[in-house]
């Protein structure tokens, strides 16, 4: 009888382990994820382009984000991971968000979403808590654009600069970006290419968005961005890289929106 007893003690020591370490396998399968890195760096104009293409300029704070959730391209097929992050607005310069408590600022990235992270380097990298100068653009329909009212950094991280502590804003550009002399610049090489550490006082940044807004009205900005994608497009059929077909597809897929998916 005490055999008996010992052996069944044994085997549920056994099976207790057993369920533990099953318990254990299965928490560090559901916290590990795969790291996706994909590098889309968009074609950088000067900056007084960045600015007329801009429908929203402000120094905002983050005060947190959203998930990460899946848009469906509207070609039903392609698939990509963003993120939307919530922004009060500090000082608006540019735009109409002068009342507004709250701006979403949608990023490609975040995650992970079925064990898959996907990573932009070239998008800016948000903190909740921090203030950042925000240069953004209302999305055109097409693509991977979804209805709902939220902005994105057309420019990706070149339009996010960091705030400094003495009225300065910051950030990493490619040496031909900002097109004003009196700009300070530290110069270096970043991804094989020349990048200037730019440091720009508030002041500055006041001057450059009087001269966009004469120059063009952010409430047009949609459609400056609309019309520079068309002309592209026609260039890309009169070219051959795209095909009549192609191009024809291309113009009905403006007209529609991206789908969230989960």
């Known amino acids: 009888m005490e055999k008996r007893a010992k052996l069944r003690n044994a085997l549920v020591i056994v099976v207790i382990l057993i369920a533990l370490l ?33 429908s929203l300029i402000i120094h905002g704070k983050v005060d947190g984000k959203s998930n990460a959730f899946t848009v469906l391209h509207v070609n039903g097929e ?7 992050y919530y922004v009060t607005p500090i000082r608006v310069f540019r735009g109409k968000e002068a009342e507004r408590d709250q701006v979403t600022v949608r990023l490609k990235g975040g995650g992970p979403i079925d064990r898959i992270y996907a990573d932009y380097p070239q998008e800016a990298k948000l903190e ?26 057309r420019y990706q991280r070149f339009a996010v600069w960091n705030m400094g502590n003495n009225g300065e804003v910051y950030f990493e550009s490619p040496h031909y970006l900002l097109d004003d002399s009196n700009i300070e610049k530290e110069k270096r090489v970043f991804e094989e290419q020349e990048v200037s550490i730019a440091l720009v006082q508030v002041s500055e940044i006041e001057r450059f968005v009087e001269e966009a ?39 009905k897929e403006l007209t529609q929106y991206g789908t969230i998916i989960k």
């Open 22 to 54: 099953v318990t254990v396998a299965i928490t560090i399968y559901s916290l590990t994820y795969t790291i996706v890195t994909t590098n889309s760096l968009v074609e950088l104009p000067n900056f007084s382009t960045v600015l007329d293409e801009s």
């Open 78 to 84: 392609s698939e990509e991971i963003y993120t939307d």
């Open 128 to 153: 909740s808590g921090k203030e950042y100068l925000f240069i953004l653009s209302v999305p055109i329909t097409g693509g991977f654009a979804t209805e709902g009212e939220y902005y994105y950094p």
């Open 213 to 251: 807004n004469m120059r063009s009205s952010y409430e047009n900005a949609d459609e400056l961005i609309a019309e520079k994608h068309m002309k592209n497009m026609q260039m890309n059929l009169e070219s051959g890289f795209i095909s009549e077909e192609e191009y024809e597809t291309m113009l």
